[in-house]
């Protein structure tokens, strides 16, 4: 067997835990751990300290975390929780983003600015839920009326530009092959979520029950193989794994929280392990990796890079934030609309996708890849603070004028 080097892997494991440590030092300021994971992975990358590279265990693993970080967002996601105005105003908000990233970026383009318009409009069009979630839910705001129509905009601003980047951003030149592999694939993960709905073998599920807290965990392994066979599924039929793996999530919390009466609890408890998993292990690798890779010489090096880094965090709060925080107002569904139009506008995960993805195929400059990228971690790192902190120093929970119906 060939000797083996886990120096790289030992080292991200190290700063993953060193970072809720370095949180836990910062009281007054509730700073996401994703995003010291960054910053931690950026000073011990090569192009600081060069004590992390990003080889070939740790972008293997990088890659397990970033698809197991949609799992958890797909497993969050409760469509009963979200329906009816909440799940409506974050879809319009949605469209609205589109109205207004499309010409922005293409007068972005026209100017100079090397990026092709459809790239840009799908890094503007984001919302990093996944990252949310924890900083929402640390904060007690999960079950509140904010918390629902963020979590349906944060649900909107991940699967749509999911959709999109596996339509339009495909290797594929036949568009129409795409879109019928798309179907296809949606077809197979329905079938799939109605078949295990409707057949539940009796030893089965008893045996998912016996083994929940028991050495032989089948709930976790059968889920874990769910969402490998689904990111594997997307591979094959030429679509962004990222389908598969928030698929994946979304039919483990449909099954299992449907199941009967105990259902709720039985995810509750498995949700628990996948955290652990998730949280505890693989994607801390991948935020770790995303700042060990972040072209830093890129973005301190120009000038014009860091006023691009600016004015793209700027883009994401009118172009994300601004339609949906004004339609929530509207609709009566948050008091204000600042803390929404500052958590919708965080974004990352899907940022760094889709400049990796235009960068590969030369559309865009890896100046301005940088500057998404560092707009999208001060983003993570500024806009669910400050958010979070109006809605403290408003004194009340952040209620609703009426009931969202």
Known sequence: MADVDVTNLVVALVLAGLAPVLVDLLPRVKVPVAVVEVLLGIVAGPQVLGLLHVDAIVDGLSDF???????????????????GRPLATAVLGWAGTLVLAVPV?????????????????????????GALLPALGDAGQLDTPLGRIVMA??????????VCIALLLTPSTNHLRTVLALNVFVIVVLAGVVLARRWRPARFVRLVRQTMHESGQLGVRVSVLLLLALVWLAAE????????????????????????????????SLQVKFEGIGYGFAIPLFFVATG????????????????M????????????????????????LVPTTAPLLLLTATALPLVVT????????????????????????????L????????????????????PAR
């Open 237 to 268: 039929f030429g679509l962004d794994v990222l389908l598969g793996s928030f698929a994946a999530g979304v039919i483990v919390a449909q099954v299992i929280s449907t199941a009967d009466e105990e259902g709720r609890a039985h995810l509750a």
């Open 309 to 332: 880094m600016v004015g793209f965090l700027a883009l994401f709060l009118v172009v994300r934030g601004l339609p949906s925080a004004l339609l929530a107002r509207r609709r009566r």
């Open 65 to 83: 975390g970033l698809a197991f970080l949609f799992f958890l967002a797909g497993i969050e996601l409760d469509i009963g929780r979200i329906r």
């Open 354 to 381: 889709v400049t990796d993805l235009a960068v590969r195929a030369k559309a865009m400059s890896t100046q301005v890849a940088s500057a998404l990228v560092g707009a999208a971690m001060l983003s993570m790192l």
């Open 292 to 307: 060990a890779t972040f072209d830093l010489r890129a973005l301190l090096g120009s000038p014009a890079a860091l006023l």
């Open 153 to 162: 905009c944060g649900s909107v601003g991940e699967f749509l530009p999911i």
């Open 383 to 402: 806009f669910p603070v400050l958010a979070l902190e109006l809605v403290k120093r408003t004194g009340r929970p952040a209620v609703a004028a009426e």
């Open 105 to 129: 970026a293409l007068v972005l383009h026209a100017v100079g600015l090397r990026a092709a318009p459809l790239y840009l409009t799908l890094a503007l069009a984001t919302t990093a839920l």
